[in-house]
């Protein structure tokens, strides 16, 4: 196959004219890490940006839900959505809790309020939905049930950046939420993180974790971790940061592009553009439905012949790995997404020609599945 890989992402990089002086800088100061002035400066922004108050900048995503976790004081079991990628589960592992796996909503991709009241035991102590696809979770719901049995709520909000619901951040909601910065996020530092915490108190103890948990020369107050984003990740960021609108605006059209080819096709869905939200068309997620002539393995193998690499995202299951598996535990809306979805490849920098090949593999296999038909 002649034709170039399509990637399902591709990372939006800073200009390298832009970074040269950042690095000149950084160079002359000789303050690499440790809370230097590109890391002060860039949780200044992202606040402003992302419309919160206190956020506390991380190497990668995991190592701020690790933290997270950590600096909420959560012991015992924590229920989550088995439709996630690795990294939510295996941070309550990181931090000696139990993951309580929980089924997602039948229309949707995010945790279902109702499921999550019927596991709630005498060990929960917390919440940590995910705002899949950058769809915001049932945000209202979900905290009325944390008030009613008294649980603390940590959002995975690894792929919600810049999200808004009902004209507020979705970062606003529950105790603490915890962004990724990696290379196939929306917004990216190479690899990075944040989290958005309620008070200046809660943040002074994170970024203390973040190092260790030193307080002080002669101080260590818990087991805390290596989790700080030094200087290079964060100029990247400042950088990053001053095309993000123009990222994100680009993948709106290229969303609104699939969505008109694609929803005349009998069969297959595109995801909703969800209400009340300013989204950030982070992924692009189709159902294949039985109505379709292939089953959505089929028309993952037709697009990766044709070196279209769409994913599988969340297939399989992560209360499918061996580490988590139950045999006894049915998450049948999870089950029927994972076996459904195929995410497009969708990136702010996507030309024409590589999303006409995108849908030209759909039309082959539509076309070829009709000629079968006519011969059978
Ligand atoms: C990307 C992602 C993470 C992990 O973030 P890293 O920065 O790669 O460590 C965690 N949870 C979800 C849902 C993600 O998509």
Do not use: D, R, S, Y
């Given at each position: 196959m002649s034709d170039k890989p399509i990637t399902v992402t591709r990372p939006s990089l800073p200009d390298l004219n832009d970074l040269q002086p950042l690095l000149e800088e950084i160079w002359k100061s000789?303050?690499?890490?440790?809370?230097g002035p590109f890391h002060a400066e860039l949780e200044a922004r992202l606040c402003e940006y992302l419309g919160v108050k206190h956020l506390s900048l991380f190497a990668n995503g995991t190592l701020a839900l690790v933290t997270g976790m950590q600096a909420l004081g959560l012991t015992g079991e924590v229920i989550t959505t088995p439709y996630t990628f690795a990294a939510t589960p295996h941070s309550l592992i990181w931090n000696n809790l139990k993951p309580v796996f929980v089924d997602v909503e039948p229309d949707g991709f995010n945790l279902d309020p109702a499921a999550i009241e019927a596991a709630i035991t005498s060990k929960t102590t917390a919440i940590v939905p995910v705002h899949c696809y950058g769809t915001p979770a049932n945000m209202r719901q979900i905290q009325d049930i944390a008030n009613s049995y008294g649980l603390q709520v940590l959002y995975d909000a690894a792929q919600a950046f810049g999200v808004r619901y009902e004209g507020r951040s979705?970062?606003?909601?529950?105790d603490a939420s915890a962004l990724s910065f990696h290379?196939?996020?929306?917004?990216?530092?190479?690899e990075g993180g944040a989290l958005i915490l309620k008070d200046r108190e809660t943040k002074e103890r994170v970024d203390q974790l973040k190092n260790f948990g030193i307080v002080d020369e002669s101080t260590v107050f818990a087991a805390g971790i290596n989790g700080k984003m030094n200087e290079l990740q964060a100029a990247v960021g400042l950088l990053q940061l001053q095309k993000v609108n123009h990222d994100i605006q680009s993948r709106q059209r290229i969303y609104r592009d699939y969505s008109t080819a694609i929803n005349?096709?009998?069969?297959l869905k595109l995801m909703p553009e969800p209400v009340d939200t300013h989204w950030n068309y982070s992924y692009c997620p189709v159902l294949v439905e039985d109505?379709?002539?292939?089953?959505r393995d089929e028309l993952y193998s037709e697009f990766r012949k044709r070196n279209i690499l769409v994913r599988r995202y969340f297939y399989p299951l992560v209360s499918e790995f061996s580490i988590y598996h139950n045999p006894e535990a049915i998450y049948e809306q999870a089950e029927r997404a994972s076996k459904r979805v195929i995410c497009l490849p969708i990136y702010s920098e996507m030309d024409g020609h590589d999303f006409d090949r995108v849908i030209a593999c759909l039309q082959a296999v539509l076309k070829d599945s009709v000629s079968e038909k006519g011969r059978g």
């Open positions: 000789g303050h690499i890490t440790n809370g979705v970062l606003e909601w529950g290379a196939t996020k929306v917004f990216n530092t190479f005349g096709i009998e069969g109505e379709f002539p292939l089953a």
